[in-house]
């Protein structure tokens, strides 16, 4: 019998050490899909807190939106910057997206946050399985 669930991992990371008003960081989410089956119609997105809005840029660019979505089973919307993957993610592949720009200047002693997610029309193994569907990064306090 073949098992047509997946289970997809996210992890959001972001720069180390102090953070400083005007220098440029770079976000990453990474999305692993640890099987056993292929993830079909893969979205993946992420909200940011603390870059200027103008400048920022994405790695990939294609597949790219801004809007409000759904993680399915948790019902948790994200609202942020989304890729729809053109094609599906085998068992064992991991993909990887970039956010760069500079931190705002009104982010002086705030700490600055990535949240990331991603959902797929493949059932997932088990309830649990969804429950690494998120991942989440925050920063020092910027000086």
């Known amino acids: 019998m073949t098992d047509n669930k997946t289970d997809l ?5 972001g720069p180390t050490g102090t953070l ?7 976000y990453t989410v990474t999305v692993t899909n640890t099987g056993p089956a292929k993830a079909t119609a893969v979205q993946v997105g992420a909200a940011f807190t603390g870059l200027n809005t103008t400048g920022v840029t994405y790695n990939p660019t294609a597949g790219r939106t ?3 979505r759904t993680i399915p089973v948790l019902g948790s919307s994200l609202n942020g910057t989304w890729w729809t993957l ?4 085998n068992a064992g592949e991991t993909r990887t997206f970039t956010i760069t720009g500079t931190i705002a200047t009104t982010m ?6 990535v949240l990331a997610g991603a959902s797929t029309t493949t059932p997932e193994t088990n309830l649990l399985a969804y429950l690494n569907n ?3 990064w925050t920063g020092t306090k910027v000086q």
């Open 9 to 13: 991992k996210v992890t959001a990371t």
């Open 20 to 26: 400083t008003r005007g220098q440029t960081v770079t």
């Open 66 to 68: 801004d809007g409000t």
């Open 86 to 89: 053109p094609t599906a993610m």
């Open 108 to 113: 002086k002693g705030k700490a600055p946050t």
């Open 134 to 136: 998120t991942g989440r």
